[in-house]
């Protein structure tokens, strides 16, 4: 099983700020790795997949990087709407996991 | 559009069972898989299941290997978590979604709530 760590657990911005938020995998998993949006009593939303291809209706201020074991997401400029917390995703290996999550404050 | 809607949660005893249902409609069922992922309260996301988009694979968190299991009907668009000897531990809101083919879920029901409790 791939341990997804996510850190720090809580950053905080104001608008217009970029932010970069951290995911890093216990063993390699090329770009097998995915990004969600979750805001509170919502169910999340997938924003990145394969490391780097924004899924359909994303915004592009949303950009992923990353393969083996570190990955990015980078919010360019933040909007009062990206608050809630960010959740990468591995598909390298069954099970698959999540890491813990990084809560974005504005 | 793509929809989702899951039911079957609720209040449960520890040791008992449970059967959630997701309803699928807004796409041709059979091209595709799907995945039950649960929350518990305050917590982080963790994956429970997946079924392929021909029910001939199925997969399982650790956590709930040997006491659940996935199952899909064709027939009614409808996917199945079953829940056997439920635990504390298991208490979460159940989100089902579908897979983009990839491993990833791109939509998303609102999730149905699960508490085990006696």
């Known amino acids: 099983e791939v341990v997804l760590t996510q850190s720090p657990a809580t950053l905080s911005f104001s608008p217009g700020e970029r932010a970069t938020l951290s995911c890093r995998a216990s063993?390699?998993?090329?770009?097998?790795l995915a990004w969600y949006q979750q805001k509170p009593g919502q169910a999340p939303r997938l924003l990145i997949y394969e490391s780097s291809i924004r899924a359909t209706g994303i915004p592009a201020r949303f950009s992923g990087s990353g393969s083996g074991t570190d990955f990015t997401l980078t919010i360019s400029s933040l909007d009062p709407e990206d608050f809630g917390v960010y959740y990468c995703q591995d598909r390298s290996t069954w099970p698959l996991t999540f890491g813990g999550g990084t809560r974005v404050e504005i | 559009q793509v929809r989702l809607v899951e039911s079957g949660g609720g209040v449960v005893q520890p040791g008992r069972s449970l059967r959630l249902s997701c309803s699928v409609s807004?796409?041709?069922?059979?091209?595709?898989?799907f995945h039950w992922v649960r929350q518990a309260p305050g917590k982080g996301l963790e994956w429970v299941a997946m079924?392929?988009?021909?029910?001939?694979?199925?997969y399982y968190a650790d956590s709930v290997r040997g006491r659940a299991t996935i199952s899909r009907d064709d027939s009614t668009d409808t996917v199945y978590l079953q829940m056997n000897s439920l635990r504390a531990e298991d208490t979460a809101t159940y989100f089902c979604?579908?897979?983009?083919?990839?491993?990833?879920?791109?939509?998303w029901g609102q999730g149905t709530l699960v508490t085990v409790s006696s």
């Open positions: 979604g579908k897979d983009m083919g990839a491993g990833y879920v791109d939509s």
């Open positions: 079924i392929w988009h021909n029910g001939s694979k199925k």
């Open positions: 807004g796409l041709t069922f059979t091209n595709f898989g």
């Open positions: 063993q390699s998993i090329s770009t097998y």
